[in-house]
């Protein structure tokens, strides 16, 4: 079901949204070679617990053989997609590249927002050219976000930039909803024809969220059930917004600075 927010549900969300950027700025100001991604993990936890708010992601989900996510963010490195799972033995290195996704929930509503950055200097220019059009693209797709406009035109706008630079979409997982439940309706794919699906109205809120890879389409997920993989071991990235359809265009709940 989709819900539209009212002005002081999005005003809730809106501060979800600082406290997310806020932490964000925090986190990436921590990313050092040396750093492990547990000591990325408390510096997060500590910034939502400072501001009041609550992690979105700690705890979540479990079932199908996972265990619940057991941190407060999610850190991916290298091949890995989404929901890596910090640990004190995953210590990062020069060259790395980060993905970083963030939660938190403000008096019941919750804000998404993802970054990938380098440890250090990019380790190649294939790397930082698949980093900078992964962002160009989460930016082509907010230009979407308007009243008036399809849901598919989202997808179709990070396919066009991916296919543009030469990377590949990740078709399995995707943009969503959000608000009471930091996963609602509708599903939002990172790909596929414009002018289909849902039409944007004022009060929906959404995440949107490419995820591009240096090679192919096709993911897998490894043993700890939660942490996804490119199938071929490509460089991956990842850029999250939350958005608010506005009467006039959009606000990104989220922004940073």
């Avoid at 705890?59 to 929901?83: K, L, M, N, W």
């Avoid at 200097?121 to 797709?141: G, I, K, M, N």
């Avoid at 309706?185 to 990172?190: G, K, L, S």
Wanted: glycine residues 12%; hydrophobic residues 45%; proline residues 4%.
């Amino acid at each position: 079901m989709i819900e539209r927010k009212s002005g002081e549900e999005l005003a809730r969300m809106r501060r979800a949204g600082e406290i997310v950027a806020a932490t964000i700025d925090r986190v990436v100001a921590a990313v050092a070679p040396g750093v492990t991604t547990a000591a990325l993990d408390r510096v997060a936890a500590a910034t939502i617990s400072e501001h009041g708010a609550e992690p979105s992601f700690l705890g979540y989900g479990g079932g199908r053989g996972r265990i619940p996510f057991p941190a407060t963010i999610c850190v991916s490195i290298g091949d890995e997609i989404v929901h890596g799972i910090p640990a004190e033995d995953r210590v990062l290195a020069e060259g790395d590249v980060v993905a970083l996704d963030f939660g938190a929930i403000w008096e019941g509503f919750h804000a998404d927002s993802a970054v990938t950055v380098f440890v250090g200097e990019p380790p190649s220019e294939d790397a930082a050219r698949l980093v900078r059009e992964t962002e160009a693209a989460l930016h082509a797709a907010i230009e979407r976000v308007v009243p008036g406009g399809r849901l598919s035109d989202i997808g179709h706008a990070i396919e066009a930039r991916a296919d543009a630079a030469g990377l590949g979409v990740v078709r399995e997982y995707g943009g969503h909803g959000i608000g009471r439940k930091m996963h609602e309706d509708p599903f939002i794919q990172n790909w596929g024809a414009a002018g289909r699906g849902l039409e944007l109205r004022p009060g929906l809120t959404i995440a949107v969220e490419p995820m591009l890879n240096l090679g192919e389409d096709d993911t897998a997920v490894l043993e700890d059930g939660w942490t996804v993989v490119t199938a071929d071991g490509s460089l991956s990235a990842h850029f999250e917004h939350t958005l608010a359809v506005t009467e006039d265009g959009h606000e990104i709940l989220t922004a940073r600075g």
